[in-house]
């Protein structure tokens, strides 16, 4: 591991909470390096916090507030003495101004410069860029507050045609129109959306790609030009426009294209300079021409089916390159090997649709095995919020083929239980079982085009029979009738569970 | 000694018939043994039952019992003598499925609406979600107004009761 005596980092404060302050903070523990944790009150005692060497607890109006609070993170940073952050995803970790505070408080920010996050997190000007730099883009009609010019340059593109929140990102305010006059209404709600959650209004449209995978490549940068890729991901199962199954590589993207998009990725990323991990992401059409949708800077949620892959440990790299040590390997030396898929477990209801879940976790069984990676932070007795995203963990898995990936997917969702709370554990098992997720033929539609069968199968009557006794067996009334006898229930009292 | 058992949202009969040798009973009239009847409690649990070996977990929860059973999970309520499933006021109220705020609202009070119209919109997490009416009906009440905050299970629109009986809707 690190050599801790000449490494210009020692402890490492985590801006980020749930599943992924829990990931980082495996890493640097494992480096030898300490680390510091962040939460709201409503976190105290929480998974990322006990796992941390340290605690801060940051005040705020609401629970994400405090995590969005970056003087107060970097104070926090400042009092234990910390000299690196590390932004997980989301919150904070895509925001040019934290990161440029934090170096101005001279300590250093886990990622790209806060130069490359502006460039990229800007829909037009990364586009721009791409497209300057050889990286194919799709049609589009550039951001204005001018509904009616919008209107008007949107209509010239044809239909369909995908609105976007200018600032936007995690779709959120993004809408696909396939006919013009449902144009207007679909711009005014994009409007609004953008205006309500990126407190700017201006809304962005280009050329719809019908039936499009969604691939990404996986990037690592030293900031003076060297890149490698660290092959594709595939993310083309969405619901709401956010990826809930994701896999490395793609599923059976031609050798050629797959080659050619992972080119594109590194090119892009070699003419930003880009510093530390970051995905490149990709729309494939069924006719294999590619556009660039957007770089994000950061760690990806599903970055994990990558690391199994290629033998990497990305937040070990990360780390590394932002205290100089360059990259972790050549790019003729990345590895490739098998096949991983991750899945997103998410407090929601598949049946009604996706709408987020709260609830107390009862009881927990994570399944183990050596092929099996489960990243949460979940903890029997506490309780799922809606203070926070409904992302409660991930299931990633590794096999010598797709198929065997596939099949050990399928068996650790059957064996995990997440009680007390309602997720889309099922549903998950359902889409790796649907005949097109194991055939390969993926799209961002695929849910929607499978809607029929990834519904529960009904249970048949004696299989219904079986689990009604079995369910009954379990309550204390009924136990009591079928088994106890009167005397000795009444000598030692009701069951206790 | 018969209970009733709702098994996601579906009502069932269960009846003791005998305890000994083996416990039998009769689920919606037909007969079945529990070979062995496993632990109880939360957790990890088997059972022998009709002749299969079952492997489950199982929960208690608000309003009743979650059981993971073959990679499924199920809500199960045990109903007790004397309580019955309002179904009526279960399908005459729409109550907000999480915590939120209104974001706009489609119906009045008196207007005729069919079942699956839009009734409110919602936002909840960041998304929003249209709530639609579970049934034909007449709305009686809407008990939020726009911007409004409310909490999971919140009554947000009631529909007026049916003539007669709720249950055929």
């Known amino acids: 591991m690190t050599d801790t005596a000449d490494f210009p980092i020692r402890k490492i404060l985590v801006a980020n909470r749930g599943e992924i302050a829990c990931r980082v903070i495996r890493s640097v523990r494992a480096m030898g390096l300490a680390s510091v ?44 003495g910390a000299d690196a952050i590390h932004p997980g995803y989301g919150f904070l970790s895509e925001n040019a101004s934290f990161a440029r505070a934090v170096q101005e408080a001279g300590l250093t920010f886990i990622g790209p ?24 883009v ?68 280009e050329l719809y790609v019908e039936n499009p995978r969604h691939i990404e490549v996986q990037v690592l940068g030293d900031g003076t030009g060297n ?52 995905t490149v992401e990709f729309i494939v059409g069924q006719d294999g021409r590619f556009f660039f949708l957007e770089m994000n800077t950061r760690l990806q949620v ?29 790019q003729e030396d990345v590895g490739r090997h098998g096949h991983s898929i991750e899945c997103r477990i998410c407090a929601e209801n598949a049946e009604r649709d996706f709408m ?26 506490r309780r799922v919020t809606s203070d926070f995203d409904p992302m409660l963990a991930k299931l990633v898995v590794h096999g010598a083929t797709r198929t065997e990936a596939i099949d050990r997917a399928v068996t650790a969702l059957g064996d995990l239980a997440i009680l007390g709370v309602t997720t889309n554990t099922d549903y998950l098992r359902r889409i790796l079982e649907t005949p097109a997720f194991r055939a ?24 219904k029979d079986r689990l009604l006794i079995a369910a009954a067996l379990g309550f204390r009334e009924f136990r009591q009738l079928a088994f106890d006898v009167p005397d000795l229930h009444a000598a030692i009292g009701p069951w206790r569970n | 000694m018969s209970f009733q058992i709702i098994l996601d949202g579906e009502a069932h009969e269960i009846e003791i018939i005998h305890r000994r040798p083996h416990l039998k009973l009769l689920i919606d009239g037909r007969e079945h043994v529990v070979e062995d009847p496993g632990h109880p409690g ?36 045990l109903l007790v003598e004397g309580e019955e499933a309002d179904e009526g006021a279960a399908l005459s109220d729409l109550r907000a499925p999480m915590p939120g705020t209104v974001v706009s609202l489609h119906a009045q009070p008196g207007q005729d609406v069919t079942a699956g119209m839009a009734l409110i919109t919602i936002e909840s997490m960041k998304l929003q979600t249209m709530l639609a009416a579970p049934r034909d009906g007449v709305v009686a009440e809407i008990c939020v107004a726009e911007g409004d905050l409310f909490e999971k299970d919140q009554l947000l629109v009631s529909l007026q009761k049916e003539e007669g009986d709720a249950g055929d809707a």
Request: charged share 25%; hydrophobic share 45%.
């Open chain 1, 227 to 278: 890149v490698i890729h660290l092959h594709e991901r595939e993310c083309s199962v969405q619901r709401r426009f956010q990826k809930i199954v994701e896999e490395a590589p793609s599923a059976d993207l031609p050798g050629d294209l797959a080659q050619e998009i992972c080119d594109a990725g590194a090119r892009l990323a070699k003419a930003a300079n880009y510093l530390n991990a970051g």
């Open chain 1, 138 to 205: 799709a049609p589009s009609v550039l951001p204005t507050d001018d509904l009616d010019a919008f209107l008007e340059q949107a209509a010239t593109i044809g239909f369909p045609l995908l609105i976007k929140a200018s600032a936007g990102g995690g779709g959120k305010g993004m809408s696909i129109v396939r006919a013009p006059e449902e144009l207007k209404e679909a711009a005014r709600i994009a409007a609004s959306e953008a205006e309500r959650y990126f407190g700017d209004g201006r809304v962005y449209a």
């Open chain 1, 356 to 381: 987020p879940e709260t609830g107390m976790i009862r009881f927990l069984n994570i399944p183990e095995a050596p092929w099996l990676r489960f990243e949460h932070a979940l903890d029997a007795g």
């Open chain 2, 42 to 77: 939360d957790g990890l649990a088997h059972a022998v039952i009709a002749g299969q070996r079952l492997s489950l977990a199982r929960a208690q929860a608000e309003g009743g019992q979650v059981v993971r059973c073959d990679g499924r999970t199920h809500m199960v309520t």
């Open chain 1, 440 to 463: 390969g033929q993926l799209h961002t539609g695929f849910l929607t085009e499978h809607a029929e069968s990834l519904k529960p199968r009904p249970l048949g009557q004696l299989e």
């Open chain 1, 37 to 80: 944790a962040v939460c709201h009150g409503v976190e105290v005692g929480a998974r990322h916090v006990r796992d941390a060497d340290e605690v801060v607890e940051l005040t705020g109006d609401t629970p994400v507030a405090a995590h969005l609070d970056a003087a107060q993170i970097i104070d926090a940073a400042r009092a234990t």
């Open chain 1, 302 to 330: 599903e970055h994990p089916v990558t690391e199994m892959i290629t033998g990497l440990d990305l937040v070990q790299a990360q780390i590394e390159i932002a205290a100089g040590c360059g990259l972790p390997v050549a």
């Open chain 1, 113 to 136: 410069s806060a130069e490359t996050i502006a460039l990229m997190g800007d829909k037009i000007s990364s586009r721009n860029f791409a497209e300057s730099h050889g990286v194919p």
